[in-house]
């Protein structure tokens, strides 16, 4: 907050600071308690983008008579000859951005601006030392804004503290092969970490909430090909009316697979994967890309595991 109040103090621009503490708390940090607590690895800064920050700068940056809103997010905006927008990477890679942006609707990205979508970070740390800002050192951020410097795990614990009790580490036949310190400490797909060993890798493959149980597997146990999405956004603002080729991303700046989408009903689609990444989390995005265009994306709900359909 200091560094933005130096910052503007210094280009002799007004700061208006706003308050939204309240609907923060509702809307991204309730979720991302609550989305550990049902075994779901949550983004919390896809739910703030969603429901916080544009729709409040946006309505405040309209109510003071500003022409554009500009941010400092890095990815860029284009504006076709028939006056549609389009959303794509930024030009440095290493720290592109709109993988939490593929929900920015059309009236948004028409009032919005990414100058620093076309720059890398490196030129901008150059620009703010030659115009004397005070942040022009400032280390970027790392992690979960509101977790601090303490372990996501501490600060959903604190919230739910039924998540940290230990419980039995079983296979899927329900062999017990350990005990596990928590559920919370574990993510679909992960394999670092897990506390036992086998002839095999084993693998998160379900946390069973009811019985406090980590599943554990191999990876041909993991066996998806398809993945179902809900709360689907697409940047042009309209529904596909058939199936269309892409690439996924599953992670933030993840591997991208060529895939192939299927547009479902009450705003779901299945993904079905030529390329099968080694694992998927539910409560992750999945965004789809052409190239460096971001065409939508979405909420994982579930891995399926389907006959191939997609050769790309």
Known sequence: MENARATCQGMDVPFYPLNVQKEFERVVINYFVDEYAQGRTPNPCLECNRYVKFRHLIAKARFLGADFLATGHYARIERDEHGVFHLHQAADDTKDQSYVLYMLTQEQLGYLLFPLGRLRKT?????????????????????????????YTDFVSKRRPGLT????????????????????????????????????????????????????????????????????????????????????????????????????????????????????????????????????????????????????
């Not at 740390?125 to 979960?144: C, I, K, N, Y």
């Not at 379900?206 to 191999?218: A, C, F, Y």
């Not at 993945?227 to 991208?256: K, M, N």
Request: net charge negative; proline share 6%.
């Open 165 to 312: 009790v230990p419980g039995r580490i079983v296979d899927s036949r329900g062999t017990v092969l350990g005990e596990h310190q928590g559920l919370l400490q574990y993510t679909i797909g992960q394999r670092r970490g897990i506390g036992v060993a086998g002839p095999e890798p084993f693998y998160v493959l379900r946390l069973d909430l009811e019985r406090n149980q980590l599943v554990v597997g191999t990876r041909d146990e993991m066996g998806f090909t398809a993945l179902i999405a809900h709360q689907v956004d697409f940047v042009s603002g309209v529904w596909p009316a058939q199936r269309f080729e892409c690439e996924v991303a599953v992670r933030y700046r993840g591997t991208r697979y060529h895939s192939e989408i299927e547009p479902l009903n009450d705003g779901k689609v299945r993904v079905h994967f030529a390329d099968v990444p080694s694992a998927v989390a539910p409560g992750q995005a999945v965004v789809f890309y052409r190239g460096d265009e971001v065409l939508g994306g979405g909420t994982i709900s579930v891995a399926e595991n389907l006959p191939p359909v997609v050769t790309i």
């Open 123 to 151: 030129e901008v740390r150059e620009l703010a030392h030659a115009f004397g800002l005070p942040v022009a050192g400032v280390p970027d951020s790392q992690g979960t804004c509101f977790v601090g410097k303490g372990a």
